[in-house]
């Protein structure tokens, strides 16, 4: 049910943000493409809510005028790398992301000058610099199926999260090069605080995103993209689980599958890291005004998004 944001004086916002954002999609012809990562509100507006490879796959083929991104930046390159002739918005520039920042383009071209041989398979959580110096882009649904593809005798550097590199790994067999980041959210999960949280709900299953650190996945009854977790919660008989990835996703979880209990994993020190910083900088609020005065908008430069180009068409190619 959408709840309503009310007018305040001070703010000069429409008593109902709900309609207001309705009516600018007509007006603009634009289309909202959430992640499953943002505030409920905002999962509730969106004409397309999804994981990165599903968001990637609707903003390749919208006839909208108007992309407005609710999620974090390089989601949104990744949109107007896609449609350079479009008006793509970001209700927050700040919404940057702590694994796309681990790798500065500047650093991963000399790192990968070291391997001149191997192919360059990057996350899409990275940068449009970086994806422009990659071959293929991959996301958490469909990196063990691109890697799959790919020929044995061939070497892969694998950019930039090195825990969905080693689960990657796992899966396929393969020895792959793996740059050094990691996703701040996804490494506060504490294996102790699981655990002892198991002890407690013993029926429930624990379910975990990749990127999560080998030692949570241990644990974990099932291993899969945000996409994968709300499908596999809506299809098993299992009644109760304990969700190790950012919490956001569970505002889907409950709405798929009302009867079931989903617990949020707890992350070290009892704090609240599992919630993304950058994702919450968005804001139903933001995402209207974003509409209403046609900024925050994305701009890349025109040789960095043709250079990007090539391995998310690629990727979208191979993920078919």
Known sequence: MFTTAVKSKSNGLPRDLFTAVEELKKELNAVVLAHYYQEGDIQDVADYLGDSLGLSQQAAKTDADVIVFAGVHFMA???????PDKLVLLPDLEAGCSLAESCPPQEFAKFKEKYPDHLVVS??????EIKAMSDIICTSSNAVKII???PENKGIIFAPDRNLGRYVMQQTGRDLVLWQGSCIVHETFSEKAIVQLKTTH??????AHPECE???LRHANYIGSTTALLKYCQETSQQEFIVATEPGIIHQMQKVAPEKTFIPAPAMNNCACNE??????????KLYL?????QPEVYLPEDIRVAALKPIQKMLEMSY
């Open 202 to 207: 013993p029926q429930a299953e624990i379910i």
């Open 214 to 216: 080998e030692p949570v």
């Open 148 to 150: 799959n593809q790919i």
């Open 123 to 128: 996350y899409i959580n990275c940068t449009a």
């Open 77 to 83: 390159e990744t949109a107007k790398i896609l449609n």
């Open 290 to 294: 974003a509409m209403k005065h046609r």
């Open 276 to 285: 993304c910083p950058y994702m919450r900088l968005n804001t139903l609020e």
